[in-house]
Nanobody
Framework: QAQVEESGGGLVQAGGSLRLSCAPS????????MGWFRQAPGKEREFVAG????????LYVDSVKGRFTLSRDNAKNTVYLQMNSLKPEDTGVYYC?????????????????WGQGTQVTVSS
């Protein structure tokens, strides 16, 4: 079964930036619609950003619009989540997910493969 691997989490001060990376191991990322989710302590997992298979038509949750950018580098088979102007409320475990559908966006059940998650901590 394909795995999805995330990397790039860490500790950053408010206002700082991080870039998360995601790669579906053994698969070609352009064959999947990709999504990023996060889960803060004591809260349910929430959708952060997602796009269509082969990229484009990216959708963001309102709280990250203008600050986060989902992008792809097909040559590297990698999807990125650039996070700027980070806030303490962005703290959580971030998960990358891949769907064989044309698009999945915030429908968590529509994703076939999930990563283990990477911790992002934003200090005030």
């Amino acid at each position: 079964q394909a795995q999805v691997e995330e990397s790039g989490g860490g500790l950053v001060q408010a206002g700082g930036s991080l870039r998360l990376s995601c790669a579906p191991s053994g698969r070609t990322s352009s064959n999947y619609a990709m999504g990023w989710f996060r889960q803060a302590p004591g809260k349910e997992r929430e959708f952060v950003a997602g796009d269509r298979r082969s990229g484009g038509s990216t959708l963001y949750v309102d709280s990250v619009k203008g600050r986060f950018t989902l992008s792809r580098d097909n040559a590297k088979n990698t999807v990125y989540l650039q996070m700027n102007s980070l806030k303490p409320e962005d703290t959580g475990v971030y998960y990358c997910a891949a769907s064989i559908l044309l698009a999945a966006y915030q429908r968590a059940a529509a994703y076939n493969y999930w990563g283990q998650g990477t911790q992002v901590t934003v200090s005030s």
